[in-house]
């Protein structure tokens, strides 16, 4: 599987999504950014799933990012600017997303773990931006949203040095939420999505969306805008459900309506 792909499972509301190319460090290549965001289009369109795991196939590495070998295909520098990324199809999502790290995360890969909601890393995993050891920098939002994980001086100490950090060093800057023993990465992380899963589905998707606005919005605005998700939420079905639930001491069976 040198050529690579994108393989997705599909468990009880989760869906598994993995790079699967591990013989070459799950690098990423044009064709597989396009399969990533299709097969990423497809499940955010699904009702049925209501939370996505994604990882790297392999003991050896989440994703280095894309291939190198690659970068020279594109004619011009405005082609490889505007080259479809696979950061920005995570981004897109409206459904929750949790990146199951395990192994190397650098350049691209971190930035696509970036890209997800939450991040669970491997004792394994090690985290880098490595480009600046080969002239260039990050360019699928690498500095902002390293910025907002970690801190401007911690993101500052990855970026212009390119040198790697260990998962309990990930794990006290805020990099990732836990770190798990590497056997049980997969199953940690689908067990959350499985929790993820059972809650209100429009009010996850909701709770996703106000939490990005949060880091662009004035305090004011961040509030407002909250208020007015909130109420957006209060109409549904499913809140008129939880309410129910919790008056007749039941748990709540919640539709995505």
Known sequence: ?????????????????????PAKLNAVTPEMSVQLARTLGELDADGDVRCIVLTGAGERAFCVGSDIRELDGYDTPWAFRNR???????????TPVVAAVGGYAFGGGLELALACDIRLAATSATFAAPEIKLGWIGGSGMAAQLAHSIGASNAAL???TGDPVDAGQALAWGLVSQVVPDGQ??????ELAG???????IAAQTAKANLRAAHSMPLDQAIQYERDLQTVCFATRDAAEGRSAFAERREPR????
Not at 195 to 201: C, L, Q, T, V
């Open 254 to 257: 919640f539709e995505g309506h």
């Open 84 to 94: 479809g990324d696979y950061g920005d199809a995570v981004r897109a999502l409206r």
């Open 158 to 160: 990855m970026l212009l």
């Open 185 to 190: 990465l997969i199953d940690t992380a689908v």
């Open 1 to 21: 599987m040198t050529a690579g792909r994108i393989t997705c499972e599909r468990r009880s509301g989760v869906a598994l999504v993995t790079l699967d190319r």
């Open 195 to 201: 929790r993820i899963a059972a809650r209100a589905p």
